[in-house]
């Protein structure tokens, strides 16, 4: 909780700026005030006071308690009570509301509000006014988070381990920061169509017709447009379906396909594909590369593992390492992130190399942030799938997050997921932009391969042996990707090729049966 602090009265001297003002005690120690303005706090009243259009300007962000003085405070929540009943706030008609009130009796009683009305400034300022209060308001929250932070460090749980308590105070700055925003609001659509019209061309200028991140699978491309800035997607199925070996090749597809270029002015555009970055929650990072070799050099990754190779195996490893070197993909392998540890480091990269996807394996092995344990794993999942969408907003990138699904799946004869079968929370979902299930009936028919039942005659078997063993065929080295939801664009299926040797999806020719 912020630490209490008494600030000076107005009839006090006031510091006339947010620097604080040095004082000292009988002792010779330096103490200091908190930052405040109460000269700027009466000006910007007086203007609401005098002219309620005034109010207009700081409304959307500005809060009784984000002045010093509690008396002014409460005068401007009074004012914002008539003005959004439609009546007018002067001195006149607040004088009812404070008239014999004791919160006002220290500074003058309701005669201070014709004071006020003195000081005003004009409307033109009051906006200006509005943000200076507001950024000394920030700067005492500020402050008391600061001396929650060292209060905390000298007298922390012994189970509470530093790492945890930094987790927590970038968590509190992050809240700070956010509700720090005073911009925003309604823009022109003009602006909007601009902006859309400019996503429109970069779309048509590309190769792939993409206005987003390119999957490098041209169906998936097709269906989905790419994958947009600030959505989120949910890759989600059933263990050994292929989530982390998808979202390994658009991972590497998108940062194969990174191409920037430099305008006049010296700024670099990028213009196709993206900076990466990967969150391994369940794989180490050497595990995560040793799968993109193993699709890259087509080598099968257990071979790779174990050692098993030719000269001419490992000559062809060598080359694929150099090609794949020098592509922008960066891999965090901390185990059990929080969303405010996930968000501190990807605001790192971003701001160091340009990122321009996130890729998380996966949402279920994801810690909930430090303080909002033992609420429920689904109230957990919530905030979590919460985070990540805020966090595609914030950096303006599409996050690629991979989710498990409930067992449900297995207890059903079609075994295709649907929506509810979403694992631990419905708000994965309603959160997400896009939700995608892979899918491999492959998986499924080589587990149930006809048994010969005791009063089966043998033509009978065979018969049913049969059907199996061409339905198995057919299923062979196909995944469906089933859209379920897609806010951008239509729902439907999207076949892909899958090598499981080789942990690698590409694009199914289904006229010849081939890829390419």
């Known amino acids: 909780m912020p630490t209490t602090l008494t600030p000076p009265r107005p009839m006090d001297t006031a510091p006339t700026n947010s620097q604080p003002t040095p004082a000292f005690g009988t002792g010779g120690a330096a103490f200091r005030t908190p930052p405040h303005n109460v000269e700027a706090e009466k000006a910007l009243l007086g203007a609401v006071l005098v002219n309620n259009r ?46 014999g009130a004791e919160g006002l009796a220290d500074i003058g009683g309701p005669a201070y509000l014709m004071d006020l009305a003195k000081a005003a400034t004009t409307v033109i300022n009051a906006g200006e006014y509005g943000h200076l209060v507001y950024d000394l308001h920030l700067k005492r929250q500020l402050i008391a988070i600061g001396e929650d932070m060292v209060n905390e460090a000298f007298g922390a749980e012994v189970a509470e381990t530093a790492n945890e308590q930094i987790e927590v105070a970038e968590q509190r700055l992050y809240d700070l920061a956010a509700t720090g925003e005073v911009e925003g609001g309604f823009q022109p659509f003009q602006t909007s169509l601009t902006n859309a019209i400019q996503a429109a061309e970069a779309a048509h200028k590309r190769q792939g017709q993409l206005s987003g991140v390119t999957t ?62 990967i969150f391994s929650l369940e794989m180490s990072a050497e595990q995560l590369a040793n799968r993109i070799l193993a699709e890259q050099a087509r080598i099968s990754s257990d071979r790779i593992r174990k050692g098993e190779l030719s000269n001419e195996e490992f000559s062809r490893l060598v080359t694929a ?61 919530s905030e979590i799938t919460r985070g990540l969408k805020t966090l595609g907003k914030e950096l303006d990138v599409p996050v690629l997050a991979l989710s498990q699904l409930s067992r449900a799946v297995e207890q059903r004869e079609d075994k295709r997921p649907q929506l509810s079968d979403l694992r631990e929370s419905g708000s994965i979902e309603q959160d997400s932009d896009v939700v995608a299930f892979i899918f491999r009936e492959q998986y499924y028919l080589e587990r149930a391969e006809p048994q010969h039942r005791p009063e089966e005659n043998m033509d009978k078997y065979t018969e049913r042996f049969e059907r199996w063993r061409q339905r198995c065929e057919e299923a062979h080295n196909k995944a469906d990707v089933i859209i379920a939801k897609q806010r951008h664009g239509p729902v439907g299926m999207v076949k892909l090729f899958f090598e499981g040797e080789f942990t690698r999806f590409g694009n199914l020719d289904t006229q010849h049966d081939e890829t390419f």
């Open 54 to 99: 005034a109010y207009e300007k700081i409304s959307e962000y500005l809060r009784p308690e984000h002045f010093i003085l509690g008396e002014h405070g409460r005068i401007f929540d009074a004012c914002g009570k008539l003005i959004e009943r439609g009546q007018i706030a002067d001195p006149v008609t607040l004088k009812n509301f404070f008239e």
């Open 216 to 277: 490098g699978l041209r169906d998936l491309d097709a269906r989905l447009g790419g994958l947009h800035k600030s959505d989120l997607l949910i890759l989600a199925g059933r263990p050994s379906m292929g989530k982390t070996a998808l979202a390994t090749n658009i991972a590497f597809n998108a940062a194969k396909a990174y191409r920037e270029e430099r305008a006049e002015d010296g700024t670099v555009k990028v213009v196709d594909g993206a900076v990466v970055g």
């Open 321 to 381: 390492s150099q090609e794949i070197n020098r592509l922008p993909i960066y891999i965090d392998d901390t185990p059990a992130l929080t969303v405010s540890a996930l968000r501190t480091r990807a605001r790192r990269l971003k701001r160091q190399h340009g990122l321009g996807l996130i890729v998380i394996d996966y949402v279920q092995l994801m810690s909930p942030n430090p303080g909002a344990k033992d609420r429920g794993r689904v109230q957990e999942v």
